[in-house]
């Protein structure tokens, strides 16, 4: 089986197992689609098969050739995997590296695979000078760019490439992934959270802590003086490097209870959440944000006359 370890996106495993089945590999692909839903994963499987050196068409990867074997201990010449080297984006130098590399012929097996994560942090530069190889790859050439800001990329890249488009994964596939990894399904809160993001299911499985406590500061808010609050509330303030899926989590705990209670309280709420969203992401301080936050929340429950 193909991609067998890889869940979701079942339209795309039959696209690219045909591929490789026909024989009919194109020279440069774009996997599009939101953070954390495989793409990557795909990008490495899809690489394998193209790689694979076994004459049975329908069994690829064959785990067996010699191509197989070299891939699996990361050791496959005819591989390439380009990731921003900083973290942040994928520089000139790194492309220049590939086509200095991608001129010599494969050694093991009949193609070359590069792989390019997180493609659309590629500098103007890099993508004008990668534009050339995609104009003119080698015969034996694969390129396939994994990204999923497509407006990060020059129209003259996206016209070279055969897109393959990723779809958000169906609650029901992450709940499936959930029971075999975990022994557990997700709480329908979390998985609106997730928004179909395997890796946002991931690590949201292991703060599960902080998310209840998030229900306790709500809890809090609704019942408590400030000061108990604030003293309350010192896992949001920790929460600083995932506080947009927190604040996201919230959110959605009050969209429930407003929808529950018709109560417009709740609805101010989100909104202020929403602010406190939009002021984070133009860094503003942090502490300033979350003190801020709390307080007018607290007023819209406390306070007889609020300006909302
Ligand atoms: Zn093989």
């Known amino acids: 089986m193909h991609f067998e370890h890889i869940i979701g996106n079942d339209n795309v495993k039959s696209l690219l197992t045909h591929t490789i089945r ?15 839903i ?7 499987d899809f690489a394998n ?12 990867p064959c785990g067996l050739c010699e191509a197989c074997t070299l891939y699996a201990s990361s050791n496959h010449p005819d ?3 380009i990731e921003p080297e900083d973290g942040k984006s994928i520089k000139i130098e790194q492309i220049r590296y590939l086509q200095e590399k991608i001129a010599e012929k494969p050694i093991t097996s009949s193609k070359k695979v590069y792989v390019i994560n997180d493609s659309d ?7 004008n000078c990668l534009l050339k190889t995609l ?9 396939i760019l994994v990204l999923s800001n497509e407006s990060q990329m020059l129209p003259t890249i996206k016209s070279r490439c055969t897109k393959i488009v990723f779809h958000a994964l169906k609650q029901d596939e992450l709940n499936a992934y959930f029971s075999l990894h975990y022994g557990n399904t997700l709480d329908d809160n979390i998985l609106k959270v997730c928004n179909g993001s395997i890796k946002k299911a ?10 209840t406590q998030m229900n306790t500061i709500l809890h809090s808010l609704e019942q408590n003086d400030m000061i108990d609050v604030w003293n309350n509330s010192d896992s949001l303030y920790q929460a600083k ?32 959440i929403e602010q406190t969203k939009k002021r984070l992401t133009s860094n503003a301080n942090f502490d300033m944000c979350i003190d801020n936050l709390l307080l007018k929340m607290w007023e819209e429950f406390h306070e007889k006359y609020s300006w909302h």
């Open 22 to 36: 026909t024989n009919n590999i194109l020279h440069s692909y774009m996997f599009i689609g939101l953070d954390g």
């Open 38 to 44: 495989g793409k990557s994963l795909f990008a490495k």
């Open 49 to 60: 098969m193209i790689l694979c050196t076994s004459t049975d068409f329908t069994n690829k």
């Open 79 to 81: 591989f390439m995997l």
């Open 121 to 127: 942090t590629m500098t103007k530069e890099a993508q």
């Open 135 to 143: 104009e003119e790859p080698p015969e034996y050439a694969v390129i």
């Open 202 to 211: 991931i690590e949201t499985q292991d703060d599960m802590e902080l998310y």
């Open 241 to 272: 490097d995932k506080i947009q899926s927190v604040l996201e989590y919230i959110s959605i705990v009050l969209m429930n209870q407003l929808l529950y209670s018709q109560d417009m309280r709740y609805a101010n709420c989100i909104q202020i």
